[in-house]
C-alpha cells in the first residue's frame, strides 16, 4: 500500500440479545449479547448451535436471514 492518508470505515455489525433455555424449563437460563458482522457470522452461529433460524422472543417472526434482525431485539433459537 503506498504511503498516504487514508479513511478506515468500519461496519458496527448488528447486536442482538439471545436467550437460552434449557428443555425442560419455559424460562431462560441465560442471555447473551451477539453482534453479527456477515452473513456468514450469523450462519456460523446458528450452525453451531443446531438452530435452523432465529425467533423473536415475544412474537412468532422467524428470521432466516441477519437483513431481517432488529438492534437490541431479544431473540431465541429454534431447530
Given at each position: 500500500?503506498?504511503?498516504?492518508?487514508?479513511?478506515?470505515?468500519?461496519?458496527?455489525?448488528?447486536?442482538?440479545?439471545?436467550?437460552?433455555?434449557?428443555?425442560?424449563?419455559?424460562?431462560?437460563?441465560?442471555?447473551?449479547?451477539?453482534?453479527?458482522?456477515?452473513?456468514?457470522?450469523?450462519?456460523?452461529?446458528l450452525?453451531?448451535?443446531?438452530?435452523?433460524?432465529?425467533?423473536?422472543?415475544?412474537?412468532?417472526?422467524?428470521?432466516?436471514?441477519?437483513?431481517?434482525?432488529?438492534?437490541?431485539?431479544?431473540?431465541?433459537?429454534?431447530?
Amino acid at each position: 500500500m503506498p504511503l498516504g492518508n487514508y479513511t478506515l470505515h468500519v461496519d458496527e455489525g448488528i447486536a442482538v440479545r439471545v436467550c437460552h433455555y434449557d428443555e425442560s424449563d419455559p424460562l431462560p437460563v441465560h442471555q447473551e449479547e451477539k453482534v453479527f458482522y456477515t452473513e456468514e457470522d450469523y450462519r456460523d452461529f446458528l450452525a453451531r448451535r443446531g438452530w435452523t433460524c432465529l425467533r423473536e422472543f415475544d412474537g412468532f417472526r422467524n428470521l432466516d436471514n441477519m437483513d431481517d434482525l432488529q438492534p437490541g431485539v431479544l431473540y431465541r433459537g429454534t431447530r
